[in-house]
């Protein structure tokens, strides 16, 4: 196949007691192929620029931006900003519409002119004052899908740091241990992607093709992926951050337990052989979190980058010539939708730019 046929000439491995170790690109290199997927990316748009699928994009960009310094990324961040009005999307109670406030809120505190954080601070301010009766079995909270642990924390969070105003925090705390009770499996330390993949009580739900529980790649790599950005916002001595470094930790050990040997996580994470080849938005999420968790010692780099570093170097074989990132799953709740080299979505694109920008920061 073409995506192994790259990672031929891609991937540099040793031989160490039968594990393949990758080394590092050259931050040239790295550099290099983010911008190639960042250039592909502007050119062929998908969806509203603030869709959910576009927020998880610019986070990555912003964060591209952050770690080479090349204006490119800021030009095309102050002009999606700026046509969108520095607006959410349209529905104030979901996570997803807010996703796209991540970027608003480093703008503002990166000092871009015209920045307006009032639109987001409105719909905050709502979701806090207000109680949304969902009126479904499956949406008993807000959070009620892991996803949305990658869409809505992180803004709370971050626009309480630059505020100054603690309960943006405690609200976001209160939402996120709703979900967390909800949907973590405390046995297999993973997050269901709702209450229908859910195992509890004589109520047995859906289960992947070898009987084992069904966790996705990517709903998981949202979570871990999400963890991090909140993490690096919240301050050290905030009362309640050992509860989501504790989540990181144990839900980084899982998904180092069950990376499979080319590196690339599989769409289903207990049962890959039924997925052969794996899945890059997923992947890229949980290579930025690694690589997070490393550059600020929540997770031990002699045991983690080489997982991280195989994953890096997996990832950059499956970018065609073109800078599109290939084989990243179709938008979906669970690991059953199929997907090829030329299946590209933004989110996959923005996972790996989030990827590329903490691994330009790691220190040898």
């Known amino acids: 196949m073409k995506s192994i046929r790259q990672l031929t000439l891609i991937l540099l491995i040793v031989g160490i007691s039968g594990q393949l170790i990758a080394q590092k690109p050259s931050d040239k290199d790295i550099k290099k192929s983010m911008l190639k997927a960042y250039k592909w990316q502007q050119k062929n748009p998908k969806h509203d620029l603030n869709d959910w699928t576009n927020g998880a994009y610019y986070i990555g960009m912003t964060k591209a931006y952050q770690s080479t310094g090349n204006k490119a990324y800021a030009k095309g961040l102050k ?4 046509s969108l009005d520095w607006m959410p999307r349209h529905r104030w109670y ?7 406030c991540q970027s608003y809120i480093y703008m503002e505190q990166d000092g871009v002119e015209g920045a307006n954080l ?14 949304y009766d969902w009126n ?8 009620w899908w892991c996803d949305a642990l990658f869409m809505g924390p ?17 609200a976001s ?14 046995e297999e330390h993973l997050f269901a992607r709702d209450m229908r993949y859910q195992w509890k ?7 992947e093709s070898n009987g084992k529980k069904i966790f996705w790649s990517r709903g998981n790599g949202w979570v871990i992926g999400g963890l991090a950005l909140l993490l690096q916002q919240m301050p050290d001595d905030y009362e309640n951050r050992a509860y989501y470094e504790d989540l990181f930790k144990k839900m980084a050990v899982k998904l180092k337990s069950l990376q499979p040997e080319d590196g690339l996580w599989r769409s289903s994470l207990l049962d890959p052989d039924a997925y052969p080849h794996g899945e890059v938005s997923g992947t890229g999420f949980d290579t930025f979190a690694f690589l997070w968790g490393i550059n600020n010692g929540l997770l031990d780099k002699e045991e983690y980058l080489p997982a991280a570093l195989k994953a890096f170097n997996s990832l950059m074989g499956c970018q065609q010539k073109n800078g599109m990132m290939g084989w990243v799953q179709p938008i979906g709740a669970d690991p059953k939708r199929n997907f ?3 299946s590209w979505e933004v989110y996959g694109t923005g996972a790996y730019l989030l990827a590329g920008s903490e691994l330009l920061k790691l220190k040898e």
């Open 201 to 207: 009580g004589d109520k047995e739900y859906m289960k």
């Open 340 to 342: 090829s080299v030329d």
């Open 118 to 131: 009032q639109p987001t601070v409105a719909v905050l301010d709502r979701v806090m004052s207000e109680d």
């Open 173 to 186: 705390d209160k939402l996120y241990k709703e979900c967390v009770d909800l949907l973590f499996d405390q």
């Open 79 to 82: 002009a999606m900003a700026e």
């Open 154 to 170: 992180p803004v709370f969070v971050h626009y309480g740091v630059l505020s100054g105003e603690m309960k943006y925090l405690k």
């Open 94 to 100: 979901h996570a997803d519409d807010i996703t796209i």
């Open 136 to 143: 479904d079995d499956i949406r008993p909270i807000y959070w």
